[in-house]
RNA sequence: UGGGGCGUGGUGCAAGGGCAGCACACCAGCCUUUGGAGCUGUGGAUCUUGGUUCGAAUCCAGGCGCCCCAGCCA
């Protein structure tokens, strides 16, 4: 973080910093709150962002507190993965809680509810709940079940507790106003019963389970948190949120809503992201073209150019979509500086230098990362053929149009200067083979003269080339915004997301493992995916590199 | 037609009564042994109407638009 940044801060940490100056809050303590049930997606970063900084910067506390009060839904695997994604963006916590951990004493507060007269068990079915809850615009009808008197509404609920009813038979819930304009308060479920399956935590000790509307705020209670900082949707909910710590006389947070992020050309609830992966549209959860943190750590994204994202986009309350292309700029901008050039060729066209000694190789200097001459050179071998790029030759050049082309001298990088002579057809008429004569005087690629190319190209000699296979990844969706317009997110679905190329890259590059990134010159950033085996590297694009022709020739 | 929230260039975020600015994107140019990076420059925004004020994106009132809420999900 750089000074220069903080010359305004957004309204949750002006609130903060409020709340320390009038003494509403003498310490600052937030929470995440994860459901372990699915992977962390770009967008909860942004949520742990907020959470952990405002913290850390009012020197106080962050605990990790998985929500898991529904057993139908969740599972440890989550709870580790989490974990290990949140420590990958470098979050840190004092402590790792559950809201598991607290049933007991939740429930001894709900009894407390009980005995003042603000809590019932109702029997109503399911569908009559909903059916007397009224509507936006009618009140909601009060259960026949609400005036019970204290004895039994303590009786049934320690009955609901053990066991003794069916799932869906009865309810707890709090008595408050079914007229209530807001409906969350009208008589909100506090527990539910669910005998199946066993909770991942409590086993089967427990047949009733807090609603999160129950939990989530007593918990945050319970654990001393200051401030809940939460999504624009738990808006309506927060004068149930004070409501509840009021009647029981027990700490208050203050919860502050934001608007969550959304980006361009992806989805986002984890809904949408479990279709993808079921479907088959991805190949699994860590499909480097989904949003999920571990399909970006594949990928190749850095935590410091995710962590920037996020800072750029800022936090606001207005619904807002940001720009994928932002985060693909933090991405470059940091493995700029970073990523080490190699070079690769991912269509090869193969080249024959016609004056150059049949037998010879020479060894040429290449500089690692001209942004960092620490990061030194490397020597790349050379010799009568190489392969060049497909794209890198026209027999019929368009204009503005600066690589080879017959008659046109290029540059091979770190190599010679090479003039186009002619080229061999198959029989479709296909251009197979490009030949060229060099100049002996520009080893390195300078010449003599002083005479200037338009172009460098990348090239790998053929004798020393290793071949790669690179996976070249796209948006995984045609449309900005997936999800607006009547039809299904998954009809714009982009069909060339995903493009497997079998290349040759210097040799250097075979040794590379899981997890190195580069930069193969004039083309992207890559990372070696955990696929390779030690004879054939595999690399997923990370992202390309801003390409100026490619613009043009769009233009056309 | 209930309640809650939000409206600033294409996108995201600033400006808290005093010259509407930053980033990404876009466009043009310079430079370049990556058509990368870097550098320079251009264009483009306060939802609307009225009020208060010397002065309004900002304060007030009305209108319009968008988002959220009727799970025993979170």
Known sequence: MSPEESKTIDFIREAVAEDLRTGRFSYVRTRLPPEPNGYLHIGHVKAFMIDYLIAKENNGELILRFDDTNPTKEETEFVDAIQDDARWLGIQWVKVTYASDYFGLLYDWAVQLVKKGLAYVDDQSPEEVSANRGTLTEPGKESPYRNRSVEEN????????????????????????????????????????????????????????????????????????????????????????????????????RQIEFARLNMTYTVMSKRKLRRLVEEKVVNGWDDPRMPTLRAMRRRGYTPEAVLDFIRRVGVAKNYSISDVSLLEACVRDDLNKRALRRMAVLRPLKVVIDNYPDNQTEEMDAVNNPEDPSAGTRKIQFSKIVYIEQDDFRETPPPKYYRLFPGNE??????????????????????????????????????????????????????????IEVRMYDRLFTKENPEEGENDFIECLNPKSLEVLTGCAESILSAAKAGDRFQFERQGYFCADPDSAPDKPVFNLTVSLKDAWAKIEKKR
């Open 154 to 253: 303590l009786d049934l609920l320690e009955r609901m507790k053990n066991g003794e009813f069916p799932d869906g038979s009865r309810v707890l819930r709090a008595k408050i106003d079914m007229a209530h304009p807001n409906i969350n308060m009208r008589d909100p479920v506090m527990y539910r019963i669910i005998h199946e399956p066993p909770h991942h935590r409590t086993g089967s000790k427990w047949k009733i389970y807090p609603m999160y509307d129950w939990a989530h705020g007593q918990n945050d209670s319970m654990e001393g948190i200051t401030h809940s900082l939460c999504s624009l949707e738990y808006e309506n909910h927060r004068p149930l949120y004070e409501w509840f710590p009021e009647q029981l006389g027990v700490w208050k947070p």
């Open 410 to 467: 290029v540059r091979l990088r770190y190599a010679y200067l090479v003039k186009c002579t002619h080229v061999v057809k198959n029989d479709k008429g296909e251009v197979v083979e490009v030949h060229c004569t060099y100049d002996p005087a520009t080893r390195g690629g300078d010449a003599p003269d002083g005479r200037k190319v338009k172009s460098t190209i990348h090239w790998v000699s053929a004798t020393h080339a290793k071949p």
